[in-house]
Every structure is written in structure tokens, then in C-alpha cells.
């Protein structure tokens, strides 16, 4: 089984920014495409971003355009999903997902693997 692990959420306040990692201690991370989902109190868990496995492609929901950069470097065998220009509706827990394929992540039927989610809050 593998154990993806987030990092890197936290407080901040409405336009600031935040970087979320991603790793996990597998050999075959380099093969998975990846992404990252969300879930807000009292919603459903919603796509964010994905990507595919080598970093080349990328994909974004379209409340999260232009604000949020998701990156995979394969060396490091970490995922990384930039936040900038946050507002208090991005407040959410940030879950990673990977899955046993090249191709992004995309929706929940595409998700192998989920990590155990990081706590993003956005003051306003």
C-alpha cells in the first residue's frame, strides 16, 4: 500500500499564500500521476489539480485558475501545489492522490491512493 503524506498547511490570512507537499517513500513515485483534492466543512471533496507523472501536463478546477500551480518533481519524489491569492472559500483540508498510472489525476474514480489530508484555513 502506498502512504502518501501531506504537509504545509496552516493559518493565513485572505490574499497570502501557502506551498502543500506531497511525498511518498516509494521507488515507482517517479510512474503516478497525481493531484490534489479538497474538502470544506459540510461539502463534498472536490478536485483541485492534477498531474502527470513526468510534471508535462497539468489540470485545475476552474475556481482555482491562475491562483494555484501544482508541480511533481520525480527526483525528490515530492508534489507540490502552490497557492497564491487565497480566500476564505479555499478553506478546506487538501487531501493528495496518486494513482497506479501515468495520467493526471482527475476525479475521484481516478484516485488509487489518498494521503490523510493537511488543514488549509483562510482568515478574512
Known amino acids: 500500500q502506498v502512504q502518501l503524506v501531506e504537509s504545509g498547511g496552516g493559518l493565513v490570512q485572505a490574499g497570502g499564500s501557502l506551498r502543500l507537499s506531497c511525498t511518498a517513500a516509494?521507488?515507482?513515485?517517479?510512474?503516478?500521476?497525481m493531484g490534489w483534492f479538497r474538502q470544506a466543512p459540510g461539502k463534498e471533496r472536490e478536485f483541485v489539480a492534477g498531474?502527470?507523472?513526468?510534471?508535462?501536463?497539468?489540470y485545475y478546477a476552474d475556481s482555482v485558475k491562475g491562483r494555484f500551480t501544482i508541480s511533481k518533481v520525480n527526483a525528490n519524489k515530492m508534489m507540490y501545489l502552490r497557492m497564491i491569492s487565497l480566500k476564505p472559500e479555499d478553506t478546506a483540508v487538501y487531501y493528495c492522490?496518486?494513482?497506479?498510472?501515468?495520467?493526471?489525476?482527475?476525479?475521484?474514480?481516478?484516485?488509487?491512493?489518498w494521503g490523510k489530508g493537511t488543514l488549509v484555513t483562510v482568515s478574512s
Open positions: 516509494v521507488s515507482t513515485f517517479r510512474l503516478y500521476g
Open positions: 492522490a496518486g494513482r497506479r498510472v501515468g495520467a493526471a489525476v482527475s476525479a475521484h474514480s481516478t484516485v488509487d491512493y
Open positions: 498531474v502527470s507523472w513526468n510534471g508535462d501536463s497539468t
